[in-house]
């Protein structure tokens, strides 16, 4: 590990910390180029879809955003 | 004057302010039932309206919106109208008859409020004995009955710790668990506020949460005040693009009374005016209402935001958080990327 990472995992541990999370957690936590990548994926995916959609209804920043319940109702559909 | 290009999608109706519990950090302020709230006759009249602009989902909350007696008729006239609708409840007056209400309506979501791992912690943040037991029976009651639910917990520093307490008592018992942060709105104390870096460590539990279990398992997010374009952490939000705050864009909060605003959780300034003096369409189509989002520019991004590199998608994060702490829109200063700025990356 480098010093600039060894750095940010210290300071993830120490902020962890205070919510009892381990060193796996601060792990699980962390983005990794897997997990880069798929939500830039999904980010396309779903920008995508947003633009086919606003451009049918004319509405702007349609299904991609807001607030939870309504996400919830989106992507439950998924689970 | 010419429809805006705009639909309120989502909407969250405060259906009264009437409620049982007395909770620290009420943004509302709710407990007692707001002057002059709307009547039956409007409040079936509004759902046509709702339905007129194109919305969705109808999320009925309050105060305590079962606490209203003709709640069940609303929904009824929204479900019969073609939009969703959610409940947001407490978990309190939930019994038998209401729960098979739920059903008969075929509502969307129930989500219920749990905001401490243990009783003690529930209790004191809620004022009322016993709802801890309460809430964790409805859940039980309400997946007995397979009605979807999601758990909501607003954290701060009376339950900060909690967390991992709270997630391993919902784990099977709900679908999903919306993690949000308390802001000073209402009665809520500023000094309970999380600091910036509680405020990371609560995304780093939410990110660490979600590597560990899958979405049937539990489908945790935090809500739209926590995050934004972290370098470090996975996503924390249910969306993976930030896009900016929707108040008045594809969100729409109603007051019991009439009062519309971009957002239900946004201060009483925010106010873009009332149905019963404009139309519910005249508010939403004026071209002048909710410029704070729809007509924002980079040069009102304000702070740390005004030099940021996402400032122009982002507009500055959370309007309600901003608005609360700072007391201006586009300067959100909970944002994973300001903090990773400043603590961690350089």
Redesign the interface.
């Known amino acids: 590990m480098n010093g ?1 990472k060894k ?2 995992h210290t ?2 541990q120490q ?2 910390k ?4 381990d060193d796996s ?2 792990n ?4 990794t180029a897997v ?1 880069t990548l798929s ?1 830039a994926i ?2 396309a995916v ?2 995508l879809i947003g633009k086919i959609v606003t451009s049918q ?17 989106l ?2 559909r998924f ?1 | 004057m010419l429809k805006s290009k705009h639909i309120p999608l989502s909407v969250a109706w405060e259906l009264t302010l009437t409620c049982n519990m007395k909770c620290m950090h009420c943004g509302s302020s709710a407990g007692y039932t707001r002057t002059h709230e709307l009547t039956t006759k409007e409040a079936l009249d509004l759902c046509h309206h709702l339905q007129e602009l194109r919305a969705k989902y109808i999320n009925l909350t309050g105060g305590e919106a079962i606490l209203r007696k003709d709640w069940y008729d609303i929904s009824k006239e929204i479900r019969d109208l073609g939009m969703e609708v959610s409940v947001l409840s407490n978990g309190l007056a939930l019994n038998e008859k209401i729960i098979s209400q739920f059903k008969k309506v075929g509502v969307y979501a129930i989500a219920l409020s749990l905001d401490g791992g243990t009783a003690e912690t529930h209790d004191s943040i809620r004022g009322v004995p016993g709802s801890f037991e309460k809430c964790l029976s409805s859940l039980k009651a309400l997946k007995k009955e397979n009605l979807p639910t999601t758990v909501i917990t607003t954290v701060h520093k009376g339950n900060l710790k909690e967390l991992s307490k709270i997630r391993d008592l919902i784990i099977g018992k709900t679908k999903a668990w919306q993690i949000q942060i308390a802001v000073p709105i209402g009665r809520f104390p500023m000094d309970f506020i999380l600091t910036k870096e509680e405020f990371y460590a609560v995304a780093l539990f939410i990110a660490s949460t979600r590597k560990h279990y899958s979405v049937k398992e539990l489908a945790v997010m935090g809500a739209h005040s926590i995050g934004y374009h972290s370098r470090v952490l996975r996503n924390t939000m249910v969306s993976p693009v930030w896009n900016g705050c929707q108040a008045g864009i594809s969100v729409l909060g109603i007051q019991s009374n009439g009062g519309i605003k971009g957002c239900l959780s946004l201060p009483d300034s925010y106010i873009e005016g009332n149905i019963r003096q404009r139309s519910l369409a005249d508010i939403w189509d004026d071209p002048n209402a909710f410029s704070y989002n729809r007509n924002c520019k980079n040069s009102d991004l304000k702070n740390q935001c005004a030099s940021c590199r996402f400032g122009k998608t982002c507009k500055g994060g959370c309007t309600t958080v901003s608005a609360s702490i700072t007391g201006a829109p586009h300067n959100d200063p909970y944002c994973l990327y300001f903090i990773e700025t400043n603590m961690l990356v350089e």
């Open positions: 600039r750095h940010i300071k993830l902020m962890g205070m919510l009892g999370l957690d601060i699980n936590a962390k983005r997990s939500i999904a980010a779903v920008i209804l004319d509405a702007v920043g349609l299904y991609y955003t807001g607030v939870s319940i309504k996400d919830f109702g992507l439950s689970f």
